[in-house]
């Protein structure tokens, strides 16, 4: 059985850092790309980040470069998602994605229950 737990999520003032996790069980992670994504109130969930089976191909929302940064450890078996600059558009709940291949071409097949991120201004 496939499970992803997140972690790191809160509340942080406009301008602050958050580093999210996310570990994954039941698969072996290094073979899978990842993905984050986030849904705020009343809209649509949108990826954020992803990132390929050995961490060297990553592709981010325009809405997020040069502030996020996708990372993996392959031996902890740990998705991060580095969240510097952070925005109040940036409020929402957050959820790890696992690929059922080794790029981010296709849908994940399996979530995490997500972790919430509240930015204040």
């Known amino acids: 059985q496939v499970q992803l737990a997140e972690s790191g999520g809160g509340l942080v003032q406009a301008g602050g850092s958050l580093r999210l996790s996310c570990v994954v069980s039941?698969?072996?992670?290094?073979?899978?790309?990842m993905a984050w994504f986030r849904q705020a109130p009343g809209k649509e969930r949108e990826r954020v980040a992803a990132i390929n089976w050995v961490g060297r191909n990553t592709r981010y929302a325009d809405s997020v470069k040069g502030r996020f940064t996708i990372s993996r450890d392959n031996v902890k078996n740990t998705l991060y998602l580095q969240m510097n600059e952070l925005k109040p558009e940036d409020t929402a709940v957050y959820y790890c994605?696992?690929?059922?291949?080794?790029?981010?071409?296709?849908?994940?097949?399996?979530w995490g229950q997500g972790t919430q991120v509240t930015v204040s201004s």
């Open positions: 039941g698969r072996t992670f290094s073979d899978y790309a």
């Open positions: 994605a696992i690929y059922p291949v080794v790029y981010y071409h296709e849908t994940p097949d399996h």
